[in-house]
């Protein structure tokens, strides 16, 4: 080998080890847009919402608006995220602190000066997200993704949905005309063909149960959008009840079992319609019952009125001595009004929100 091609090969050598070791020009991750580069050690961020109920709050949906934003940061981050409201009675602030969950979404005032605590800036005007004070590097990351998305339209829309008083009542008394009657349209709209119902009508479901709020709960433990208990949302394969759409699944899935059970020659769909919505309030045999016991006194059992009427002796000892009620005597006040509340409801929404031919 001569001098000539020694001289060349050293070179294509030189040139390949330049190749592997000098930087390509890339911009360092520092520079790389919020929520880009991976912060949290694990790939599921788990958070707990403690914004206290707003079901009757004229503040606005604070959790719903909470929970959109968060899976929207995870979304972008690339996590996966699990979110799941605040019990009574148990200190949160405790399991940051354990890192048994990564961000507790409060109320803003709640741990104000908290030296235990990073506190992000204000989601709004009443929440914020708190990590533990070691986590400076993830409550960084989050601050920067707050502060690209609380520009967008994206952020303004989500805002203008939980922020709108949905009261059908005084929308309707101050001559509100809209095709929004909810933060969860798409999905109520989406989920109601399960039932073959107009979407409003489940939406009026929705808003006795819930007023729209995700976090309600009942002393029973129904939870949820559509108050859903979680034995039947274990029935339905359901396992996140605070998630809008896993609890539209099992509320619209257990209305359905409901409805396919009033099937009688005769029903009326209206009448079916209201003998459903008894049944989901007061539960199945409850209104079995009601029917049997009408049909026993020489009314019409197809008819929830004539069901209203003989309701009152019901409530008598007598009738349970019989074996007629098989689940004893029945009040039946709550779902007398909760049938009519819902139908009021459902045609204040038709008038507020009128179907475009």
């Not at 998305?149 to 709108?164: E, P």
């Not at 808003?207 to 433990?221: L, T």
């Not at 009738?319 to 009004?337: A, D, K, M, V």
């Amino acid at each position: 080998m001569n001098k000539d091609t020694q001289s060349l090969i050293r070179k294509a050598v030189l040139s390949l080890l330049l190749l592997f070791l000098v930087p390509t020009g890339k911009k360092e991750s520092g520079s790389e847009s919020p929520g880009s580069k991976p912060v949290f050690a694990e790939g599921t961020i788990e958070c707990v919402i403690d914004t206290g109920s707003d079901m009757y709050s004229s503040n606005g949906l604070k959790a719903g608006f909470n929970f959109e934003l968060l899976h929207r940061y995870a979304e972008t981050s690339g996590y996966g995220i699990s979110i799941r409201a605040a019990k009574d009675g148990e200190n949160y602030r405790d399991s940051l602190n354990y890192g048994s969950i990564d961000i507790l979404v409060g109320l803003s005032a709640d741990t104000t000066d908290n030296p235990l605590l990073h506190q992000s800036r204000n989601v709004d005007s009443y929440c914020s997200w708190f990590m533990r004070a070691d986590r400076t590097a993830e409550m960084k990351d989050i601050n920067l993704w707050l502060n690209s998305f609380a520009g967008t339209d994206d952020y303004k829309l989500i805002h203008r949905l939980f922020y709108t008083r949905y009261d059908p009542f005084k929308r309707l008394e101050n001559g509100v005309r809209s095709q929004t009657i909810s933060p969860y349209d798409r999905l109520i709209r989406k989920h109601a063909v399960t039932l073959d119902w107009d979407w409003r009508l489940l939406a009026a479901v929705i808003y006795h149960e819930s007023r729209f709020s995700i976090n309600s709960s009942s002393s029973r433990g129904a939870t949820g959008l559509m108050q859903v208990m979680p034995a039947t949302a274990e029935y339905y394969g359901i396992t996140d009840l605070m998630d809008p759409e896993q609890n539209l699944i099992a509320g619209t899935r257990h209305l359905a079992r409901i409805q396919d059970g009033f099937t009688d020659e005769g029903l009326s769909p209206q009448e079916r319609i209201n003998f459903t919505l008894a049944a989901y309030n007061a539960g199945e045999r409850r209104i079995e019952d009601c029917r049997l016991f009408a049909s026993l006194k020489g009314m019409d059992s197809t008819k929830w009125e004539d069901i209203v009427n003989i309701i009152p002796d019901m409530r008598k000892y007598s009738f349970t001595y019989e074996g007629t009620l098989r689940s004893g005597r029945f009040r039946g006040t709550e779902t007398i009004n909760y049938v009519s509340r819902v139908m009021e409801i459902y045609e204040a929404f038709c008038e507020i929100c009128p179907e475009i031919s």
